[in-house]
């Protein structure tokens, strides 16, 4: 199957600062990637809906200017969270789907652990 | 927008029975439904999907089905083993991609 990568896997922040978080499709061309977050032993909610070459579509409840998303081509999507709070910290988790292959089978990337201390 | 139920919240079963979980989703839109096994602090990997078109599907010891009259559907696991114990997720989306998930089964395999 298609290979979506995150980066980085873990990371420890201190609060206050911003850490962002890169999803690149490998393998293929991905117009729409999704940002889910997860907290512990909770269902992944998604956050928002990422889209090359113009602005992200955020879920309700989720704040715009805290994550900030940039979709700059067809194979990176990344995340921002600015200001990082300790409730911020969190397994954050994008994912895709091969746009040549219509609504099929979304790929996952590894996740990030964001720890803010 | 989409809203999906998903029970139980945990399940054990002895090795070798089966396991059953369920869903239901409130958008008649939906038309695409994955079902996810993650292990503690992995990301989630599919193991079967349905499509809207489709009323029942299987791939050796797992089986989804899908009654689209009445927006639920079903995850089959029979002969279970202990690598099958894991949190698993159903899923449904639109047209547009969007997964939403539900809050997840915890199953737990003893030999």
């Known amino acids: 199957g298609a290979v979506v990568s995150q980066h980085p896997s873990r990371v420890i922040c201190k609060s206050g600062t911003s850490v962002k978080i890169e999803c690149r499709s490998l393998?293929?061309?991905?117009?729409?990637m999704f940002w889910y977050r997860q907290f512990p032993k909770q269902s992944l909610m998604l956050m928002a809906t990422s889209n090359e070459g113009s602005k992200a579509t955020y879920e309700q409840g989720v704040e715009k200017d805290k994550f900030l998303i940039n979709h700059a081509s067809l194979t990176l999507s990344t995340l921002t969270v600015t200001s990082a709070h300790p409730e911020d910290s969190s397994f954050y988790i994008c994912s895709a789907r091969d746009i040549g292959q219509g609504n099929t089978e979304a790929f996952f990337g590894q996740g990030t652990r964001l720890t803010v201390v | 927008g989409e809203n999906v139920e998903q029970h139980p919240s945990t399940l054990s079963v002895q090795e070798g029975d089966s396991a059953v979980i369920k869903c239901t989703y409130s958008d008649s839109a939906s038309n695409y439904f994955p079902w996810y096994k993650q292990e503690l602090g992995k990301r989630p990997q599919l193991i079967i999907d349905?499509?809207?078109?489709?009323g029942e599907k299987k791939d050796q010891r797992i089986a989804v089905t899908l009654n689209k009259t009445a927006k639920h559907f079903s995850l089959h696991i029979t002969e279970t083993q202990p690598e099958d114990s894991a949190v698993y997720f159903c899923a449904a989306t639109d047209s547009w991609g969007k997964l939403q998930f539900g809050a997840g089964t915890q199953v737990v395999v003893t030999p």
């Open positions: 393998d293929f061309q991905a117009t729409t």
């Open positions: 349905i499509r809207s078109n489709v």
